[in-house]
């Protein structure tokens, strides 16, 4: 009975663009306006950090070799990304993913991942929001590229301020000893691809990455939906 009120209650319920959340056709995952402003990261792109060349932020050693993403943290991907994790937007994850198993092919196509793995929220976190945004995104790629998606991997043992309401000086420390492997065995000798919502100074994806290279990871490289652009004096 729930599952067919369930069905009904989605027949009934209007599609929605999955940036600007305007009612747009059935088929449709955007509307023409936000697909012809999503600000994208095209031409020359740096690898390590995943910005275009003149918005490289590598700054020293990383604990992972690559890092990926579709947009820059702006405008419609903003916007998007806000309701997607504040405003219960679950639905746009669909859209998400399709953009980043993009990215995965275009950039990592010849790289054999062993399994994806989300970087990972407290139970309390995902409680209080009610439901793991970065698990549904990780969960999404991984049906996407047609990858393993684990979740034992790793865990985030205490809360933590949000990266991106903090100064570059105290974000690292702000994450030290956030993460442990929860399973060893699994990561010893295995390519890892690390995925996450948004990355602002990659310093999230370098404390799992390192818990991951610390256990024996042979591998690490990183996917995000969004980067924010460097900001020089940030740096
Ligand atoms: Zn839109
Ligand atoms: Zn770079």
Redesign the pocket.
């Known amino acids: 009975m729930i599952r067919i009120l369930k069905a009904l209650a989605k027949a009934f319920t209007p599609q929605r663009c999955a940036y600007c959340d305007d009612v747009i056709f059935p088929q449709d995952l955007m509307c023409e306006e936000c697909a012809a402003s999503l600000p994208r990261i095209e031409g020359e792109i740096?690898?390590?950090?995943?910005?275009e060349?003149d918005?490289?932020?590598?700054d020293g050693e990383k604990y992972y070799s690559m890092l990926a993403a579709p947009f820059y943290y702006e405008g419609v991907v903003r916007k998007g990304l806000h309701i997607f994790k504040f405003r219960h937007g679950q639905q746009n994850s669909g859209a998400y993913c399709l953009e980043m198993a993009e990215t995965f092919s275009e950039r990592f196509a010849a790289e054999d991942f062993d399994y994806i793995v989300g970087v990972p929220m407290t139970k309390k976190s995902i409680r209080k929001r009610g439901y793991n945004q970065v698990r549904l995104l990780a969960k999404g790629l991984s049906e996407c590229v047609n990858i393993p998606y684990r979740e034992d991997v790793l865990i985030k043992l205490y809360e933590t301020r949000p990266q991106h309401g903090i100064s570059y000086l105290f974000r690292k420390g702000n994450l030290t000893g956030v993460f442990d492997v929860g399973n060893s065995d699994a990561v010893r000798g295995k390519k890892i691809l690390l995925c996450d919502d948004i990355s602002t100074s990659g310093e999230t994806f370098n404390e799992c990455a390192k818990m991951l290279w610390l256990n024996g990871a042979e591998k690490v490289c990183c996917i995000c939906l969004a980067l924010t652009k460097s900001k020089k004096k940030d740096k």
């Open positions: 740096c690898t390590r950090c995943g910005r060349k918005e490289c932020s590598c």
